[in-house]
C-alpha cells in the first residue's frame, strides 16, 4: 500500500503543481473532473445531472467528465474502481458509501483526507455529527464529503394491484407474518407479489428481513460480533427470506433494481422492497403518493431506518485535484444538495436544507432520520466492508439459484461475516 500510495502522489505531481508531502494538498488540473458513480442511467442519472447542472454553474471553467458505471448498488462499478485504483489510474472523484465501505479505501490508504477541505467550504458544522463520524477516523481525519442520505427498509406498493385482489391497500402489517398472509393471498391470485431483480437487490430484501425479525439492537449485533449467526433467530429470519423469495418474480436474476420497481410501477407486481431511490422512479413517471403508489417502512421495521449514505472522495493520486475539490465544493453546497436530492430520491446530508423544497415522501423520511433508530445497511456499503458484502452476495446467490440449502446458507453467511 505505501508503494501504491507513492505511485499516486507522483502521478498527482504530474498531472499538475502538486506538492506532495501528505498529497492532500497537491493541486493543479483545474480544468476537468472525471466523476466515478454509477448513476449512469434513469432516475440515478436525473439526479446526478441536477447536480451537474449545479456544478456548471458555480465552476464554469471546469469540464465534468461523467465516468458513471451502469449496475445498481455499484454492482459493476465498486470491481472496476478497485482495478483502476490498483493500476494507479484513479478517478479524480468517486461515490463512496459512509461507513465502512469508505473504511476500506482509507484502509487502503486510496484516498485522501479532505478535513482541510471542509474548513475550507465552512462545512464542519453543517452536517449531523453521526454521519461524520462514519466519514472519519479516530483522530478526527475525514475522508469524503456526503451528498446525500437514503433509506433502504422501503416497501412500495400498488394499491390498485392489491385491491383488485382482494388485499386493503390501507392495511398495514406489524410483522412479517401478517404481510406474508397478503402476500400468499396476492401469488394464489396468480400475481407477483414481490418483485425483486439480481443479487444486490436480494441482499437489501435480505438485510430488512434480519432487521425485521431480530429488532435494531441484534441486527447491528450482527456487524460487531455479538450476535451469532448460527443461532435460532437468525436462521428463523431466513425461513422468512425464503418464504418472502417464494413469491418473486421468476426471472428476477436478468433485473437491476429499476426494473423490479417499474413492475410495481406498471401493475405487474404489487410490492418492492428497495431503498428510496425508488421513490424517484415514480416520480419521474408522474406517479402520485398516496394514490398510484404507497411507501412504508418493512413490516416489523417501523420506527428504524435502515441507513446509507453516499459520498465523494478525493483519490490518492487523482490526475485533477483541483478538479476534484471543486466538485467535492459544489457536492457539500446547499445548492448542490437541494438540487440533487430533489431528483435522486434521497434527503440532503446537511441539516440547513429546508424540508419543504422536497417531496411528501422526502419529508417523511427527513422526520423518520432525525426520530428513528438508525441502522447501518448491509447492501449499501454503511454495515460491511466490501469483502463482506461480497461473500453475503456470493453466498446469497448460491442459496436463491437453489444451489444450497437453508444450512448451507446460515453457514455461509457465518462465515462471511467473519470475514
Ligand atoms: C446505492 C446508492 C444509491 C443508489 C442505489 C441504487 O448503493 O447509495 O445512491 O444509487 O445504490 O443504485
Not at 348 to 353: E, K, L, M, N
Request: negative net charge; charged residues 20%; contains cysteine.
Amino acid at each position: 500500500m505505501a508503494t501504491a500510495a507513492v505511485l499516486g502522489l507522483t502521478l498527482a505531481a504530474c498531472g499538475g503543481s502538486g506538492d506532495g508531502g501528505d498529497g492532500s494538498s497537491a493541486s493543479g488540473g483545474a480544468d476537468q473532473v472525471e466523476v466515478f458513480t454509477w448513476w449512469a442511467a434513469g432516475s440515478e442519472k436525473a439526479g446526478l445531472d441536477a447536480l451537474v447542472g449545479v456544478f456548471n454553474e458555480q465552476h464554469p471553467d471546469i469540464e465534468f467528465v461523467n465516468g458513471a458505471v451502469a449496475g445498481g448498488a455499484g454492482s459493476a462499478a465498486k470491481d472496476l474502481l478497485q482495478t483502476r485504483l490498483q493500476a494507479q489510474d484513479p478517478p479524480d472523484t468517486f461515490q463512496a458509501h459512509a461507513g465502512a465501505e469508505l473504511q476500506d479505501y482509507i484502509d487502503a490508504a486510496q484516498i485522501e483526507d479532505v478535513s482541510n477541505l471542509y474548513d475550507e467550504f465552512g462545512l464542519t458544522d453543517v452536517f449531523p455529527a453521526d454521519l461524520v463520524d462514519r466519514l472519519s477516523t479516530d483522530d478526527g481525519k475525514i475522508y469524503s464529503i456526503p451528498s446525500n442520505i437514503h433509506r433502504a427498509n422501503v416497501v412500495w406498493a400498488n394499491p390498485t394491484v392489491l385491491e383488485d385482489n382482494g388485499v386493503d391497500p390501507e392495511a398495514t402489517y406489524d410483522d412479517l407474518d401478517a404481510w406474508m398472509a397478503d402476500l400468499e393471498k396476492l401469488d394464489k391470485a396468480g400475481v407477483t407479489a414481490l418483485s425483486v431483480g439480481t443479487t444486490w437487490t436480494q441482499v437489501n430484501l435480505l438485510e430488512t428481513v434480519l432487521l425485521a425479525d431480530l429488532g435494531a439492537e441484534a441486527y447491528s449485533g450482527l456487524w460487531d460480533g455479538s450476535t451469532d449467526w448460527n443461532g435460532p433467530e437468525v436462521k428463523a429470519a431466513l425461513e422468512d427470506f425464503e418464504t418472502l423469495m417464494s413469491y418473486t418474480n421468476d426471472d428476477r436474476d436478468g433485473l437491476d433494481w429499476p426494473e423490479a420497481t417499474q413492475m410495481v410501477i406498471d401493475g405487474t407486481a404489487a410490492f418492492n422492497v428497495m431503498g428510496d431511490w425508488a421513490v424517484a422512479a415514480f416520480e419521474e413517471q408522474d406517479k402520485v403518493l398516496g394514490t398510484d403508489f404507497t411507501a412504508a417502512p418493512v413490516p416489523g421495521t417501523d420506527g428504524v431506518f435502515d441507513f446509507l449514505a453516499d459520498s465523494f472522495t478525493l483519490p490518492v493520486g487523482a490526475p485533477h485535484p483541483d478538479g476534484a475539490k471543486a466538485w467535492l465544493e459544489t457536492v457539500g453546497s446547499l445548492d448542490g444538495q437541494v438540487a440533487f436530492n430533489k431528483a435522486k430520491g434521497s434527503i440532503p446530508a446537511r441539516t440547513d436544507a429546508d424540508p419543504a423544497d422536497f417531496s411528501e415522501y422526502q419529508q417523511t423520511a427527513i422526520e423518520s432520520f432525525s426520530n428513528d433508530t438508525i441502522v447501518s445497511s448491509l447492501a449499501h456499503g454503511a454495515a460491511a466492508p466490501v469483502a463482506t458484502l461480497n461473500a453475503i452476495s456470493d453466498a446469497t446467490s448460491k442459496f436463491t439459484t437453489g444451489a444450497s440449502d437453508l444450512a448451507g446458507y446460515q453457514s455461509e453467511l457465518a462465515a462471511a461475516a467473519q470475514g
